[in-house]
């Protein structure tokens, strides 16, 4: 498929996939693995990501743009920080917000 793509002939290759019986283990591939895997990592902190964003907006009734750009920016360990931090605090607003998402707290 890669191979492919880079001659623009995936529409091709679709095609002849649809009338063969093809199976792809990923993990026989140590190639495809390893982007399986990175895939499987980058969507697992973007859904971190969301979650966080959902519950600062539920508990403050908006979300500032400058700690949507920290989240969006941020590894998963720092979401995970944040979320903890976010759903410990016991009156959520604008100052323990900023508290929590301060440089130095990171």
Same mark, same amino acid.
Not at 5 to 12: G, S
Not at 68 to 73: F, K, L, Q, T, Y
Not at 84 to 96: K, M, S, Y
């Given at each position: 498929?890669? $191979?492919?793509?880079?001659?623009? @002939?995936?529409?091709?290759v679709?095609?002849?996939?649809k009338?063969?019986? =093809?199976q792809?283990? =990923?993990?026989?591939?140590?190639? $495809?693995?390893?982007? @399986? @895997?990175?895939?499987e990592a980058?969507g697992?902190?973007?859904g971190k990501?969301?979650?966080? $964003?959902?519950q ?6 908006? =979300?500032?743009?400058? =700690?949507a ?16 931090a ?5 009156? $959520? ?11 130095s707290q990171?």
């Amino acid at each position: 498929m890669i $191979l492919a793509q880079l001659r623009r @002939a995936v529409p091709i290759v679709k095609e002849e996939l649809k009338s063969m019986a =093809v199976q792809i283990n =990923v993990d026989e591939h140590p190639y $495809l693995r390893e982007i @399986a @895997a990175r895939s499987e990592a980058r969507g697992e902190v973007k859904g971190k990501a969301g979650s966080l $964003l959902r519950q600062i907006e539920r508990r403050l009734g908006h =979300v500032p743009r400058s =700690v949507a750009e920290r989240v969006h920016g941020t590894s998963s360990d720092d979401l995970d920080r944040w979320m903890d931090a976010v759903r410990d605090i016991p009156d $959520l607003d604008d100052a323990a917000l900023a508290a929590i998402f301060s440089p130095s707290q990171h």
